[in-house]
């Protein structure tokens, strides 16, 4: 059992860059979820796919950001013109069918944007 | 009001003394109630999820709910200092999305 990996764990850039983060979900896990955390609060929702299809997006995704899931396994988002308030720990959760409950999670990428 | 409440703490409490923390949520349309536990720069593991109101126990953990208050709370016997992690309650709205709660910062003392 691998579980939820998440690559890299952490980013550092510079303030307009551009940064993309990978997730590789649990095998058999056709959801898949990225939430953000900053220090102090729980994780917020992001967005999720249900295999290849992106069936939600929170308002928090501005158009910066874009996430994709091309063959309903591994999942990359992407963060354009990078600000110092998307610092923060991005995280990556999957689920089973019959589970959307129990949300597995990875370690998540810390982004620092200086 | 969020919809999930909880108080950040820190709690401290002494090795072996019983912890209960506890979240109110604002929506009683919520049927799945979860506990996970977080440490210091990992990502949340979840410890147990309730379905509705009553208790589910698993080893020192004992989750409650009480739907007619929206109370939520997660017992902890036994108290380890392996314990001393971020405790985040969370439910799920009708669109299968998580909320969570801040989090309470749990110290366990030797």
């Known amino acids: 059992d691998t579980g939820v990996s998440q690559d890299p764990r952490h980013k550092i850039t510079k303030r307009g860059q551009n940064v993309t983060f990978r997730c590789d979900p649990i095998?058999?896990?056709?959801?898949l979820y990225w939430y953000r955390q900053t220090l102090g609060q729980g994780p917020e929702f992001l967005t999720y796919f249900q295999n290849e299809a992106q069936l939600e997006k929170s308002r928090l995704l501005s158009d910066r950001f874009s996430a994709e899931r091309p063959k309903g396994s591994f999942s990359t988002l992407e963060i354009q013109r990078t600000e110092q308030g998307d610092s923060a720990m991005y995280l990556c959760?999957?689920?089973?069918?019959?589970?959307?409950?129990?949300?597995?999670f990875g370690p998540g990428t810390r982004l620092t944007v200086t | 009001q969020k919809e999930v409440e909880q108080d950040p703490g820190p709690l401290s409490v002494p090795e072996g003394a019983i912890v209960s923390l506890n979240c109110t949520y604002s929506?009683?349309?919520?049927?799945?109630f979860m506990w996970y536990r977080q440490y210091s720069r990992k990502g949340p593991e979840l410890l147990m999820y309730?379905?509705?109101?009553g208790n589910k126990e698993d080893g020192r953990f004992t989750a409650q709910v009480d739907k007619s208050s929206k109370y939520i709370s997660l017992f902890i016997r036994d108290s380890q200092p392996s314990d001393s992690a971020t405790y985040l309650c969370?439910?799920?709205?009708?669109?299968?999305?998580?909320?969570f709660g801040k989090g309470t910062r749990l110290h366990i003392l030797p």
């Open positions: 929506n009683s349309a919520f049927q799945y």
């Open positions: 095998s058999e896990h056709n959801r």
């Open positions: 969370a439910t799920m709205n009708r669109d299968d999305k998580i909320i």
């Open positions: 309730t379905y509705s109101s």
């Open positions: 959760a999957s689920s089973s069918p019959g589970g959307v409950y129990e949300q597995y």
